[in-house]
Nanobody, 125 residues
Framework: QVQLVESGGGLVQPGGSLRLACATS????????VGWFRQAPGKEREGVACISGSDGTTDYVDSVRGRFTISRDNAKTTTYLRMNTLQPEDTAVYYCAADFSTGWCSLRPRHYNYWGRGTQVTVSS
């Protein structure tokens, strides 16, 4: 059974950095895409970044482009989201998700088959 577990969230001051990790287990496939999403209270879930399962193509929502970086380890068991210059509007629960069907990078939640439970990121002074 595929499982995704996020870690690395926490409280950080504006301008600070965090690195989130998404550990994937239970699958023998390493051709899969991973997306990072976030959901703030009262708002819809938003795609933040994604990485494809084939060539590592990435995509970002405009609000984080240049500040966030998605990457994965060589074994493709852990995907990271490095977040720099964090702002209060980045405060949300962050989720990772995996797509084993196409392996394509997408910022649409419906694209993904499996989801983690999320990790809270709070940016506040």
């Amino acid at each position: 059974q595929v499982q995704l577990v996020e870690s690395g969230g926490g409280l950080v001051q504006p301008g600070g950095s965090l690195r989130l990790a998404c550990a994937t287990s239970g699958s023998t496939l390493n051709y899969y895409a991973v997306g990072w999403f976030r959901q703030a209270p009262g708002k819809e879930r938003e795609g933040v970044a994604c990485i494809s399962g084939s060539d590592g193509t990435t995509d970002y929502v405009d609000s984080v482009r240049g500040r966030f970086t998605i990457s994965r380890d060589n074994a493709k068991t852990t995907t990271y989201l490095r977040m720099n210059t964090l702002q209060p509007e980045d405060t949300a629960v962050y989720y990772c998700a995996a797509d084993f069907s196409t392996g394509w990078c997408s910022l649409r939640p419906r694209h993904y088959n499996y989801w983690g439970r999320g990790t809270q990121v709070t940016v506040s002074s």
